[in-house]
């Protein structure tokens, strides 16, 4: 979440909002009992300093954001030219460590209660309190024509509540959606009413139903619409982001099996909405949404299909398909997916005719992977990883897409940047105080029993 910027794809770009904000809304779901908030510790008072030091660890970083001078020149110069690494390799303003085939840029991030630090340094140690983070970033040069591999990755302190306990708590919070009231949202409103009252500045919660069927488990359907009205008054630039970029995106995501016939979860944007759609029962299993009660296995397919309109062209892709494989380690929880298949690329035809080369080298081999994961460290400290490994292959139509990545990021610099960082900061510290405020009860009536 706190990783240098980098201009993969333009619909890579719009779904950095759509996805803080569809993990907010998640959050509101799962998060939305104190039964989901114990499960973060062995005991209330234990559960609630994990909870401060999770959600405070992850606030922090949107906290009022610096960078080092070697990272601010290093930041653009990478947003710029990630589909083009030709014009950074020789770039020493941009690495922090180079050898004959490799080049590395290592990054310490850092809060000292009042604003968040970026340091770009050749030696960064592991994190060791909330909020600390380690990232590198490492670039291959693969041969004499024009491939390179990217593999970054992501260390991020978030306090010392064990994996395993967070993701029982997100096992909990999914089955308190199988409630039955028909209508959550005065749960949702109510559980955690300052998180509702941050996320509400930008999405209105429309429905949230539970539905139920003959074999005890329900249906459950979310809809939430982006409205960047009462967001204006107060981060007038982000909504002015959004609007320009995430308006008039499309997206859909489905975790299903590999014929496509099964699915678990599926997760649509479209025309200002944000869709969830899933099914599930007492025990917080996510189930096949049509036909008997199948739980999910550990191995699905995450597919995506993702459009932008973009001046008078819509660009994006669909059927990109991944295999989606859970990490269930004993200090480790999470998931990998890595793509091996090319989408259907969606290219204006006179871009597609006019310019040489494929889009095509990221799925191709090894295909690429991405790490998302949480894991505890003999230091004490749990980290929230993430890994991220794409091989690039240098052309004129990627240069192209990279182009438009570049003008949306340009767009995102500046004063959208720093309020979105904003809007971030407060969510996450509303969703602390409201779980902390939950299990303070808790722990007051532990301490009153006999």
Same mark, same amino acid.
């Given at each position: 979440?706190?990783?240098?910027?980098?201009?993969?794809?333009?619909?890579?770009?719009?779904?950095?909002?759509?996805?803080?904000?569809?993990?907010?809304?998640?959050?509101?779901?799962?998060?939305?009992? @104190?039964?989901?908030?114990?499960?973060?510790?062995?005991?209330?008072?234990?559960?609630?300093?994990?909870?401060?030091?999770?959600?405070?660890?992850?606030?922090?970083?949107?906290?009022?954001?610096?960078?080092?001078?070697?990272?601010?020149?290093?930041? +653009?110069?990478?947003?710029?030219?990630?589909?083009?690494?030709?014009?950074?390799?020789?770039?020493?303003?941009?690495?922090?460590?180079?050898?004959?085939?490799?080049?590395?840029?290592?990054?310490?991030?850092?809060?000292? +209660? %009042?604003?968040? !630090?970026?340091?770009?340094?050749?030696?960064?140690?592991?994190?060791?309190?909330?909020?600390?983070?380690?990232?590198?970033? %490492?670039?291959?040069?693969?041969? $004499?024509?024009?491939?390179?591999?990217?593999?970054?990755?992501?260390?991020h302190a978030v306090g010392r509540a064990r994996a395993g306990?967070?993701?029982?708590?997100?096992?909990?919070?999914?089955?308190? /959606?199988?409630?039955?009231?028909?209508?959550? %949202?005065?749960?949702?409103?109510?559980?955690?009413?300052?998180?509702?009252?941050?996320?509400?500045?930008? /999405?209105? /919660?429309?429905?949230?139903?539970?539905?139920?069927?003959?074999?005890?488990?329900?249906?459950?359907?979310?809809?939430?619409?982006?409205?960047?009205?009462?967001?204006?008054?107060?981060?007038?630039?982000?909504?002015?982001?959004?609007?320009?970029?995430?308006?008039?995106?499309?997206?859909?995501?489905?975790?299903?099996?590999?014929?496509?016939?099964?699915?678990?979860?599926?997760?649509?944007?479209?025309?200002?909405?944000?869709?969830?759609?899933?099914?599930?029962?007492? @025990?917080?299993?996510?189930?096949?949404?049509?036909?008997?009660?199948?739980?999910?296995?550990?191995?699905?397919?995450?597919? !995506?299909?993702?459009?932008?309109?973009?001046?008078?062209?819509?660009?994006?892709?669909?059927?990109?398909?991944?295999?989606?494989?859970?990490?269930?380690?004993?200090?480790?929880?999470?998931?990998?997916? %890595?793509?091996?298949?090319?989408?259907?690329?969606?290219?204006?035809?006179?871009?597609?005719?006019?310019?040489?080369?494929?889009?095509?080298?990221?799925?191709?081999?090894?295909?690429?992977?991405?790490?998302?994961?949480?894991?505890?460290?003999?230091?004490?400290?749990?980290?929230?990883?993430?890994?991220? @490994?794409?091989?690039?292959?240098?052309?004129?139509?990627?240069?192209?897409?990279?182009?438009?990545?570049?003008?949306?990021?340009?767009?995102?610099? +500046?004063?959208?940047?720093?309020?979105?960082?904003?809007?971030?900061?407060?969510?996450?510290?509303?969703?602390?105080?409201?779980? $902390?405020? !939950?299990?303070?009860?808790?722990?007051?009536?532990?301490?009153?029993?006999?």
């Open positions: 979440m706190s990783e240098p910027r980098r201009s993969h794809s333009l619909p890579a770009e719009t779904s950095r909002i759509a996805r803080p904000l569809t993990a907010a809304l998640a959050c509101l779901a799962v998060a939305s009992c @104190d039964g989901a908030a114990r499960a973060f510790g062995p005991s209330p008072a234990a559960a609630r300093a994990h909870v401060e030091d999770f959600f405070g660890g992850l606030g922090v970083r949107f906290v009022d954001v610096q960078r080092n001078a070697k990272f601010t020149t290093a930041r +653009g110069k990478l947003a710029r030219h990630a589909l083009s690494p030709s014009k950074v390799w020789g770039d020493t303003s941009v690495w922090t460590g180079q050898a004959a085939s490799t080049r590395t840029l290592q990054l310490e991030g850092s809060s000292d +209660g %009042r604003r968040y !630090t970026f340091r770009a340094a050749s030696d960064v140690p592991a994190p060791d309190k909330p909020g600390d983070a380690r990232h590198v970033m %490492r670039l291959a040069r693969m041969g $004499g024509d024009g491939e390179w591999q990217w593999n970054t990755a992501v260390e306990d967070v993701a029982s708590a997100m096992t909990l919070g999914i089955a308190q /959606l199988a409630r039955p009231q028909a209508d959550l %949202r005065p749960v949702l409103r109510t559980g955690l009413p300052r998180t509702a009252a941050a996320l509400g500045r930008l /999405l209105t /919660l429309e429905e949230a139903r539970s539905t139920p069927l003959a074999d005890g488990s329900r249906v459950v359907d979310i809809r939430a619409r982006f409205e960047t009205g009462r967001l204006k008054a107060t981060m007038p630039a982000f909504a002015a982001y959004v609007e320009k970029w995430v308006h008039p995106s499309k997206m859909a995501f489905a975790l299903t099996d590999a014929r496509g016939s099964a699915r678990w979860l599926e997760l649509r944007l479209r025309d200002d909405v944000l869709t969830v759609r899933l099914r599930t029962r007492a @025990d917080g299993a996510l189930l096949a949404l049509d036909g008997p009660a199948r739980p999910m296995p550990d191995t699905v397919q995450l597919r !995506t299909d993702a459009r932008i309109h973009y001046m008078v062209f819509d660009v994006g892709m669909d059927q990109l398909v991944g295999e989606m494989t859970a990490v269930r380690g004993a200090h480790e929880r999470g998931w990998n997916v %890595r793509w091996r298949r090319a989408p259907e690329w969606h290219i204006p035809l006179g871009v597609r005719h006019l310019m040489s080369g494929t889009l095509n080298r990221p799925f191709e081999a090894e295909g690429m992977l991405l790490r998302l994961a949480l894991r505890d460290s003999d230091a004490g400290q749990t980290l929230l990883v993430r890994r991220f @490994d794409v091989a690039v292959k240098e052309s004129a139509i990627v240069r192209w897409f990279g182009a438009l990545g570049s003008r949306a990021m340009d767009d995102f610099s +500046g004063r959208a940047e720093v309020e979105e960082n904003r809007f971030l900061a407060e969510l996450l510290f509303a969703m602390r105080a409201d779980l $902390g405020a !939950t299990l303070t009860g808790a722990a007051a009536t532990a301490t009153a029993e006999p």
